[in-house]
């Protein structure tokens, strides 16, 4: 566009050059505008995501201290009922379940 103000052609009058002078300095000040949007996007886009993150890490502390304290026992709990109940059992009693199973098989 540029190239068409500056040349000299017997179809373009002075107003004509005027106008496209016009054209030119407008789409430039929209196309500045976009530029400056973008970045007022991506800047609080930057902020959006450091808050998400900010969360995110006092989640995972909080279930970092409470998650040992809850797993631990709900862990430990069915291997110490299971041998608490094998135990138990008389030894002439017949399991329920097949002696192959290995954690299902009672002790001697």
């Known amino acids: 566009m540029a190239w068409l103000q500056g040349e000299r052609v017997s179809w373009l009058g002075e107003l004509h050059r005027e106008h496209l002078r016009e054209l030119g300095d407008r789409i ?11 970045d007022r996007a991506a800047v609080a886009q930057d902020e959006l995501n450091s808050r998400l993150a ?4 006092k989640t995972m502390y909080m279930l970092s201290i409470v998650s040992p ?8 709990s069915p291997a110490s009922w299971g041998s608490t109940w ?3 059992l008389a030894p ?3 399991w ?10 009672p002790s001697p």
């Open 96 to 105: 329920p379940l097949p002696s192959s199973a290995p954690c299902c098989s």
């Open 86 to 88: 094998a135990a138990s």
């Open 54 to 57: 900010e969360q995110m890490n």
């Open 92 to 94: 002439k009693t017949r």
């Open 28 to 38: 430039t000040r929209y196309v500045e505008d976009l530029d400056a949007a973008r």
């Open 69 to 76: 304290g809850s797993s631990f026992p709900s862990a430990c």
